[in-house]
């Protein structure tokens, strides 16, 4: 065993035991990697918040797919997200999607560089936000090797086609802009999601989708 430092996106966390969590997470160099964690003074429970990114020093063994980590610290503090609870839903939701559309010990390249650059710009978005699970979502498959156009997505957006194009073809400030209803959003959420189950083979159920609609009707 050695010690080694990580840099890891936090997805979600488990309760381990009375004294400890496992952080599920989005490892630089690892790609989807559990680290175990002491829960104490040096650290916080806020350390364990979805999107979070974190420097720790972990112990590498390679008998276990699970590794011990301490020593954390939060690399960036997000307060743009942490301060408005509709960016904080959104970040449930999307640390959800990660931890469900990317499988244990796997890691697109690029893909941490990529989630990094995602949550710093949700993070410093001050309005018009409301579309940007979709933005991510669609990049997301892009990240993960699908790169869609309007035509894979056809068979899963049904109704939700015309704005599914468009949000593939317009750009990014534009994009945000786009006059969608709450229920539109989720109809076009879970059309990309579909999608994604059906190139990653996994099951895609995200709960927090439903929050996020209420969030933003």
Not at 171 to 180: G, Q, T, V, Y
Request: with cysteine; hydrophobic share 45%; aromatic share 10%.
């Amino acid at each position: 065993m050695m010690k080694e430092k990580v840099e890891f996106i936090v997805l979600s966390h488990t309760r381990y035991g009375e004294n400890s969590v496992v952080l599920h997470t989005l490892c630089k160099g690892y790609g989807r990697k559990g680290f175990l964690v002491k829960v104490g003074q040096k650290t916080r429970p806020a350390y364990f918040q979805p999107l979070n990114i974190i420097e720790a020093v972990a112990t590498v063994n390679p008998r276990s797919d699970l590794w011990w980590a301490g020593a954390l610290t939060a690399r960036t503090p997000l307060n743009g997200i942490r301060g408005d609870i509709r960016k904080n839903t959104m970040s449930l939701f999307m640390g959800e999607v990660l931890f469900k559309a990317i499988k244990e010990g796997a890691g697109e390249e690029g893909l941490f560089d990529w989630c990094e650059r995602s949550i710093l710009t949700l993070d410093a978005l001050e309005t018009d936000f409301s579309n940007y699970h979709l933005w991510f979502l669609l990049e997301l498959s892009s990240a993960l090797g699908f790169s869609p156009t309007a035509t894979d997505l056809a068979p899963f957006a049904g109704e939700r086609l015309r704005e599914v194009s468009l949000l593939l073809s317009t750009p990014f400030d534009e994009a945000m802009l786009l006059p969608l209803s709450g229920a539109s959003r989720s109809e076009i959420a879970t059309a990309v999601l579909r999608y994604l189950e059906h190139h990653t083979e996994s099951a895609i159920n995200v709960r927090s989708l439903n929050v996020l609609r209420d969030v933003f009707a």
